[in-house]
């Protein structure tokens, strides 16, 4: 069964950072690509960040280019998402994403406060 599990959100001053780590389980991680995306209250879904498979190609939204680093752990089935200098528009909860045989999976989301 696949599965994909966030952890690593929670509460953080302005200028702080947070590490956010995404479990994969039921399928070869190593092949598929891996995103995260963000959604608040109010806004669009928002792609933050993608890593391709297996050499680990990045892509980042604009928003978070400079601050956000993407990366994999193939031999783990893992992702990360390291995110530095966080803003209070980065508030959000953080979705990790891979489309598996063309089926887009979604873990449940990992809640990022950004406040002072």
């Known amino acids: 069964q696949v599965e994909l ?4 959100g929670g509460l953080v001053q302005p200028g702080g ?5 995404c479990a994969a389980s039921g399928f ?8 995260w ?3 608040s209250p109010g806004k669009e879904r928002e792609l933050v960040a993608r890593i391709t498979s297996p050499g680990g190609d990045t892509n980042y939204a604009d928003s978070v280019k400079g ?5 994999r752990d193939n031999a783990k089935s893992m992702a990360y998402l ?13 979705h990790c994403n ?3 045989n063309n089926i887009p999976w979604t873990g449940q989301g990992t809640q ?4 002072s």
């Open 67 to 71: 601050r956000f680093t993407i990366s």
């Open 82 to 94: 390291q995110m530095n200098s966080l803003k209070p528009e980065d508030t959000a909860v953080y």
């Open 28 to 35: 070869t991680f190593s092949i598929v690509p891996v995103s």
């Open 17 to 21: 950072s947070l590490r956010l780590s």
């Open 5 to 8: 599990k966030e952890s690593g």
């Open 37 to 39: 995306y963000r959604q």
């Open 112 to 115: 990022v406060t950004v406040s």
């Open 98 to 100: 891979a489309i598996i």
